[in-house]
Nanobody, 127 residues
Framework: QRQLVQSGGGLVQPGGSLRLSCAAS????????VGWFRQAAPGKDREGVTSMVPSDGSIWYADSVKGRFTISIDKAKNTVYLQMNGLKPEDPAVYYC???????????????????WGQGTQVTVSS
């Protein structure tokens, strides 16, 4: 059974840093892409934050996080990370990792392209 299990998150002051982890298990074959989304509040759209194609290293970042967030992967651990630095008051959300099985345009971040999802983890930025 496929699973994406997230960890990390929590409360941080503005300007602070957090690292989110997303551990994959039960995948019969390698996924094509992995990404991070965030949802600021229930009922709001889930926004694409960053994505990566592990096989060729292609990476995309939303303009709102470029230069502050970094996606990375540890293939030996089947774990993807989202390092978030310089957190701002507009960054709080529930963050989700997701994987896509087939070739997609990773910059589009269409929600329907992503087939497996983590459980979500809350990130709060407050002084």
């Amino acid at each position: 059974q496929r699973q994406l299990v997230q960890s990390g998150g929590g409360l941080v002051q503005p300007g602070g840093s957090l690292r989110l982890s997303c551990a994959a298990s039960g995948f019969a074959k390698d996924y094509y892409a992995v990404g991070w989304f965030r949802q600021a509040a229930p009922g709001k759209d889930r926004e694409g934050v960053t994505s990566m194609v592990p096989s060729d290293g292609s990476i995309w970042y939303a303009d709102s996080v470029k230069g502050r967030f970094t996606i990375s992967i540890d293939k030996a651990k089947n774990t993807v990370y989202l390092q978030m630095n310089g957190l701002k008051p507009e960054d709080p959300a529930v963050y989700y990792c997701a994987t896509a099985d087939t070739l997609i345009r990773i910059s589009a971040m269409y929600r329907d392209d992503w087939t497996s999802w983590g459980q979500g983890t809350q990130v709060t930025v407050s002084s």
